[in-house]
């Protein structure tokens, strides 16, 4: 019989838990990591990178039909959707293979199977052939993920009424789409769609499209959409949605009145659900609400041995987020000394057309908090990096506290902007205000003297704007 004692087990092999694993491995403990199904989780193999891969095809597309503009002309070009879906494939399954190799690579002991909590210091794995074992462990992390959440009474078919995974997996390009809710997975499959020529609505409940986001944000990727021809119908409920021999009909209200839209699919998109059922909590004591698992700022659940990270413990449903809790954790376990976790400190990005990227708190949020505020501006409109790329939509937005200078939170929409806004996030770690932000040289010409211009607006002096 191998050795079944281990000083971690990590349950769930997503970007969580197998960075949890590999950070446990190189501060010398013996890891066992429990998955039933992928290596790499939602996000490497339905999720972030087939999505990503997905988004750079659209990409090209879009830089093909804007040749007139750049001065060449193509003709004749044949798109095909199904190579695009095969490509984004390819890539995921190199990064799980990756994921094999650091497993191997890090002596951690991969155990194939359902998990179960039969006490606080040992999980029951369930084989697929239904033969179990049992790990015992001195600390035990959960980091099971999450699912899409559904309207209730509708049921995924695969078919007609789809969620992301099965929107991923479809090789033939729907002519007509209906996408209910407009946070980043739904925006995101809503440019590639229509990249690739589909009709794309958008229904969101509240008040704008990316609701969690900085309404002037929001309202900026809205302009970009409409110039895309992706319809958004915001403050509109979903009333029923019915599978028909040729497509979908989906019943919505708003205050103007109700009507029905139809389309070839319906891409559910209003969220995830923890996948905390079937795991032994209960019986173990570990305090749950509405299925999140609740922890303290370490990833600390009410049971001492037993730690939960990632989309499963409902802070914030994104896979860094899942892959820093998971570093925390173990190097909680390992004694190390450690900072809580900080929601305002983790960027946010939807990789549309143009992207949004943000983190902290918004210019309404930090007003509902009392906090009184500076807030700096710039657009890309007048960067020359941006004009040369031909791709100057959007702008930069800081939020500073204005007795202390505090960088509350910053917001960015244009060409890359998920790549750019790591350095506001650092700033605000480190404890910089925008006026050091302001006084580092940026080089000329990149997207980010826009963070300089924006960051020198704070204080009403940008220099390349009124």
Known sequence: MPDTTFDVVVIGAGPGGYVAA??????????????????????????????????????????????????FNVENVT???????????????RLVKGVETLMKGNHIDVVWGSAKLASPTRVVVTAEGGDTSTLNAQAIIVA????????????????RVLTARHALERRELPKSAIIIGAGPI??????????????????????????????????????QFRRQKIQTLVSTRVENVEATTNGVNVRVSSPQGAQTLEGDVALVAIGVRPNSEDLGLEAVGVATERGWIKVDGFMRTNIPTVYAIGDVNGLLPLAHVASAQGILAVETIAGRQTRPFDVNAVPRGT????????????EAQAQAAGRKTRVGKFPFLANGKALGLGDNAGLVKIVADEASGEILGAVIVGAEATELLAELVLAHTA????????????????????????????????????
């Not at 099971?144 to 078919?159: C, F, K, M, N, Q």
């Not at 809503?190 to 986001?213: D, Q």
């Not at 009403?460 to 009124?466: D, L, P, R, V, W």
Request: aromatic fraction near 4%; glycine fraction near 8%; include cysteine.
């Open 22 to 71: 590999i950070r446990a491995a190189q501060l010398g403990m013996k890891v066992a990591l429990v998955e039933r199904e992928h290596l790499g989780g939602v996000c490497l193999n339905w999720g972030c990178i087939p999505t990503k891969a997905l988004l750079r095809n659209a990409e090209v597309v879009r830089l093909l039909g804007a040749g007139k503009e750049f001065g």
């Open 79 to 93: 798109l095909d959707y199904a190579a695009a879906i095969d490509r984004s494939r390819q890539v995921s399954a």
């Open 144 to 159: 099971t993920g999450s699912r899409a959440r559904l309207i209730p009474g509708v049921t995924a078919d695969g078919e």
């Open 431 to 466: 404890e910089l205000t925008p006026e050091e932000v302001a006084r580092t040289i940026h080089a000329h010409p990149t997207l980010n003297e826009a963070i300089m211009e924006a960051a020198h607006s704070v204080f009403g002096k940008a220099i390349h704007n009124i």
């Open 351 to 362: 990789y549309t057309s143009p992207q949004v990227a943000s983190f902290g708190l918004s």
């Open 186 to 223: 739904g925006l995101e499959l809503a440019t590639v769609w229509r990249s690739y020529g589909a009709n794309v609505t958008v229904v969101e409940m509240l008040e704008h499209i990316l609701p969690a986001e900085d309404a002037e944000a929001a309202a900026e990727l809205a302009r």
